[in-house]
């Protein structure tokens, strides 16, 4: 029969899936949530120790004497500058300075790389690799990775790792054993957390979940779909392909495309960095010129929506999960932006969300309006322009 | 005496409503003290390391009513607030079956058709009846009792809006009010349901603090209170908070030295020191003044009333009537330090393996009888024999709460009466201990293997080391004739009492008791209102 295909971790997630709640994810099934409500899974990551399986990643091993230069080229980070067990996040974009994708290059050796994405990459990798002495595979199927997040990752880790993980800094990879299983473990994940992601041989991967689960059975491990971990990014202020911008090779029109500076990855653009690289004229010119979009962070006023709500007599009823629908956000009656993802966030008691603002809207402090549905009706409750991450433990880098 | 003791305000006593008042007293730009008896705040709020790993959430246990703009207003979240979910509740049955409530809807409903398809079907109705009601009477919880024999402006307004809220009930909702006011809640669960453990375990929850028993007309009223947490909707504050009770008032506590209150702990008030009728600061234990605008107390009604000031300074018959404040402490605390966890033969978990009825709370309430025979007990001045148990493991929540591997467990036990014949002793603390051992025994029966160290809490210890007069969990029963306008006593509901500049803002003001922070913010408020400092 023909399906999609199923992770190197399914015969554990599928055993434990109580709702039998699947979710697609770049061809794979994986799990939504383990659980009939959100909330243990995502209290796991703030609180404990979660597990996500994050295997769908697309992943490519980049080697050779030019990999280096072919990233360089390709993405908007310094890459020369990287050391040996560096992670890098990044986006990469198109001659007009518009994102195509984002993930981590890791730098596993001097002349290897992995790199992340969420959709295929690899014809445009090839296109950008002319004349140049790289390798590069997709290795998506072969390595599984295992996303593990939460205050209390590193006492498991620990537990099970031949080295310890304390001096694993943020954004750092290192190689590893767990119960001997060969293991590359990086400081990275998608939840603002502490948090390590594990990558894995894929005929390793249940040996290496089980090895977890047991070392993490008094600390609080739970297996964690990709709902709560959705509320959890949102929190850390992190986008996601496909639902807060559109990639320039699905655009349709010229207003669907986003450039780094506009999703607030002005941190990532190199413009000092040697060399040509894709994009660097358009993005040299906004640089220059400012960006006419930002995303920030909104955060809705609760008394004001209260006061909406209670209008129709009721309280203020918002979904307990992070909702990928567009959502209007006016200054006034004109509308100045919209919002791509917004969340209940359990932790701080607010709802909160990533949205889209025209300049000179998008900064911080700015009050806005946000559409929210009540009773079938449209109303707009008060929110404010706020800086991202909404949450940032200390401990996320310590 | 120096400048640096001179407030705007002195609050008495760090418990969660002091700290919480102290709070927005210094949000307001105020110069605020607290002053604590102990060597540490929360007052019933406080987690403290009993024995070496093993953090017990020594009174209090869970959060459900606190107050939502308290937890905005003083951002509690940054300052480390976390409420943990607490999923279910499961009562093991005398007949070795178990009933049990989960988070999910779907699967409470099936559970409850496995004893009964009249009783899940009634559930449903029942919830939406009692979270009707409820959302109907929430209002008032924020309303500053007014005085109903009072003529002035401020008076008549609060009269006038109780009556405006009043008149906005619909006719139903007002029945459904009036019956839940007057009736036992033995009575108001026989005409929804006939599954006894359901019965037992929804009864428990209207005796809670109370010195009566689930056929004591006014226990139906209490039983809404549970529903007002749910209609907070996402914002619902119900669960286990981060290092348990004492996570709650860390978190107050961190908001309110970020807002510059200063707290002073083994700082024991002696007593208020008046000067021409008005309080004008307070005198310490060791003898040292402070000098403050205003006092605040967050101690108990009687302590607040008969001890910190004399009796000269007030009316005979607000004396009196503070006196006859029902403080009758009912319950006690059983926390222990496990090895392991108790096996439940209901629903057993193999070793090793996961046990979902562990992460929530497990009550020994299998029937209405049951809870009234515990009652008949301490209605004669004994420990219950069979006690209602409310118990949860605060480790499987939050696992820092325990080593790597072991465990801690509250138990919450009524009926353990405040006087006890005979008096309270080492042999008396020994036998309550005893009694919810071997009451959960019957249910788990590895509990005693498991159990490496245990602290037995009897109202008299509440009394001694929480500081609360009678050891009544909510400073005086939440009973008709103790609340609203009558809390703690007629006319003097808001906050303010017959001395001048002293005030009253705790669990035995309006809206009571529960880790809630209401009376705390409410006379805060108030405070602020009056403007004397």
């Known amino acids: 029969m023909l399906n999609l295909k199923t992770t190197p971790f399914h015969e554990r997630t599928s055993a434990l899936c109580q709702p039998q709640n699947w979710r697609k994810w770049a061809g794979y099934f994986v799990v939504g949530s383990y659980e009939h409500v959100l909330d243990r899974e995502y209290w796991a990551i703030r609180n404990s120790a979660a597990m996500i399986d994050v295997s769908p990643l697309i992943k490519y091993i980049i080697k050779g004497k030019d990999a280096a230069a072919l990233l360089h080229r390709v993405t908007t980070r310094d890459i020369h500058k990287m050391k040996v067990g560096q992670v890098a996040y990044t986006g990469w974009c198109d001659e007009d300075g518009k994102m195509i994708d984002d993930g981590t290059v890791s730098r596993l050796e001097e002349q290897t790389f992995r790199l992340t994405a969420a959709e295929p990459n690899l014809r445009w990798l090839m296109m950008n690799a002319v004349d140049m002495e790289v390798e590069i595979t997709e290795v998506t199927d072969d390595i599984a990775a295992l996303s593990f997040q939460g205050p209390n990752t590193r006492k498991v880790l620990n537990k099970v790792t031949e080295t310890s993980v304390d001096e694993l800094k943020y954004f750092r990879l290192m190689k590893n054993e767990i119960n001997g299983i060969e293991v590359t473990i990086s400081r990275t994940g998608y939840t603002g957390d502490l948090g390590y992601e594990i990558w894995m041989d894929a005929k390793d991967a249940l040996k290496v979940w089980d090895a977890l689960m047991e070392a993490g059975a008094d600390y609080g491990i739970t297996p964690v779909g990709i709902l709560a971990m959705d509320m959890a990014r949102v929190e850390a202020g992190l986008f996601m392909l496909d639902v807060d911008y559109t990639s320039t090779t699905h655009a349709w029109i010229e207003s669907q495309k986003s450039s780094p500076f506009e999703l607030g990855l002005d941190w990532t653009v190199a413009l000092d960095k040697q060399g040509y690289f894709v994009g660097r004229r358009a993005l040299e010119k906004e640089k220059r010129e400012g960006s006419a979009w930002k995303m920030v962070g909104l955060e809705v006023d609760w008394v004001g929506m209260e006061n909406i709500f209670k209008r129709v007599g009721l309280p203020p009823q918002i979904p307990g999960m992070a909702v990928r629908g567009s959502l209007p956000i006016l200054v006034g009656n004109v509308q100045v932006g919209y919002a791509s993802t917004s969340t209940w966030s359990p932790l701080l008691k607010k709802y909160i969300a990533l949205a889209h603002l025209q300049k000179p809207y998008y900064e911080v402090g700015t009050d806005v309006r946000m559409e929210i549905t009540v009773e079938h009706h449209r109303q707009h409750a008060p929110a404010k322009v706020v800086k991202l991450p909404f949450y940032e433990p200390e401990w996320k880098r310590k | ?107 409470t409903r099936r559970e409850i058709y496995r004893h009964s398809p009249k009783d899940a079907e009634a559930y449903d109705e029942y919830s939406r009846v009692m979270a009707r009601a409820a959302k109907a009477i929430k209002p008032i919880i924020n309303l500053i009792p007014p005085d109903p024999s009072s003529l002035s402006v401020r008076d008549m307004m609060g009269l006038l809006k109780v009556g405006q809220y009043a008149a906005s009930l619909k006719e139903k909702e007002l029945y459904t009010i009036a019956k839940l006011a007057t009736q036992s809640s033995a009575d108001l669960l026989e005409e929804w349901f006939e599954t006894d453990a359901l019965k037992g375990t929804k009864a428990a929850s209207g005796i809670i603090g109370t010195f009566l028993g689930p056929r004591s007309p006014g226990t139906a009223y209490v039983l809404l209170h549970h529903y007002m947490g749910e209609i907070d909707g996402a914002f619902r504050a119900w669960g286990f908070a981060k290092n348990g009770s004492g996570g709650v008032s860390g978190s107050i506590l961190n908001a309110a030295q970020a807002l510059g209150v200063e707290i002073r702990v083994e700082a024991s008030v002696k007593q208020v020191k008046v000067r021409n009728g008005s309080a004008v600061g307070v005198i310490l234990e060791n003898g040292d003044e402070i000098q403050s605008k205003v006092v605040m107390s967050a101690a108990d009604p009687k302590r607040t009333f008969l001890q910190f000031v004399e009796d000269k300074y007030l009316p005979d018959d607000f004396v009196t009537s503070i006196k006859n404040f029902r403080t009758r402490g009912s319950s006690g605390k059983v926390n222990i330090a496990l090895s392991e966890l108790p096996n439940f033969t209901a629903l057993p978990f193999e070793k090793g393996h996961d046990s979902v009825l562990h992460r929530g709370a497990v009550s020994i309430s299998p029937s209405i009888d049951y809870i009234e025979r515990a009652y008949d007990d301490a209605k004669y001045g004994q420990i219950s024999k069979r006690p209602y148990i409310d118990m949860i493991f605060p480790s499987m929540i939050d696992p820092d709460m325990a080593p790597p591997g072991a465990h801690v467990m509250s138990c919450f036990v009524q009926y353990a009466p405040y006087d006890l014949e005979g008096g309270w002793n080492d042999e008396r603390r020994t036998q309550l201990g005893e009694a919810v051992i071997s009451t959960i025994e019957e249910y788990a029966p590895n509990i005693r293997k498991c159990i490496v160290g245990m602290q037995v809490i009897s109202p008299k210890d509440i009394e001694a080391i929480a500081g609360i007069t009678g050891g009544n969990i909510f400073h005086g029963e939440l009973l008709l004739h103790q609340i609203f306008f009558l809390r703690p006593t007629p006319q003097w509901a808001d906050f303010r009492t017959p001395l001048k500049g002293y005030y009253f803002g705790a669990s035995g003001a309006h809206p009571g008791g529960g880790v809630m922070g209401a009376a705390g913010m409410l006379a805060a408020k108030e405070i602020l209102k009056d403007g004397n400092l």
């Open chain 2, 1 to 107: 005496m120096t400048s640096s003791n001179k407030y705007d305000a002195i609050i008495i006593g760090g418990g969660h409503n002091g700290l919480v008042a102290a709070a927005y007293l210094a949000r307001a730009g105020k110069k605020v003290v607290v002053l604590e008896r102990r060597h540490i705040v929360g007052g019933a709020a406080v987690t403290e390391e009993i024995f070496p790993g093993y953090k017990f959430t020594e009174f209090s246990y869970v959060v459900s009513l606190l107050r939502p703009e308290i937890i905005r207003d003083l951002e509690l979240p940054k300052h480390g607030l976390k409420i943990l979910p607490l999923p279910s509740t499961f009562t093991p049955m005398e007949n070795g079956d178990y009933l049990a409530s989960w988070d999910d809807h779907d699967l």
